[in-house]
Nanobody, 121 residues
């Protein structure tokens, strides 16, 4: 029904930058929140950043001031600009969207397949 496709897999050095993109497609009536989560080896998946349909942003403390989330509602796309990357940012990054597929349908969570980000020291 709804697919999320991420792009921007990368290997960067400490202090470098990387931009992730995620496009939602399929049976989309409306999209509420869009966000990015990450999961490092041996750790639980954690929220990185989320942005509402109205542009309200929320960030994990560990990325505040370094990462910026944005979205293009016309393109059903969410971006994550990551600057001043650190080795501890190394993880698989997952895109998430809260989507309504019809006028009288409830919202559901959808996830991308994940994209690897590796920051070398």
């Amino acid at each position: 029904q709804v697919q999320l496709v991420e792009s921007g897999v990368g290997l960067v050095q400490t202090g470098g930058s990387l931009r992730l993109s995620c496009v939602a497609s399929g049976s989309i009536f409306s999209i509420n929140d869009m966000g990015w989560y990450r999961q490092a080896p041996g750790k639980q998946r954690e929220l990185v950043a989320v942005i509402s349909s109205g542009g309200y942003r929320n960030y994990a403390d560990s990325v505040k001031g370094r990462f910026t989330i944005s979205r293009d509602n016309a393109k059903n796309t969410v971006y994550l600009q990551m600057n001043s990357l650190k080795p501890e940012d190394t993880a698989v990054y997952y895109c998430n969207a809260v989507v309504r597929t019809g006028t009288f349908k409830s919202e559901s969570d959808y996830w991308g397949q994940g994209t690897q980000v590796t920051v070398s020291s």
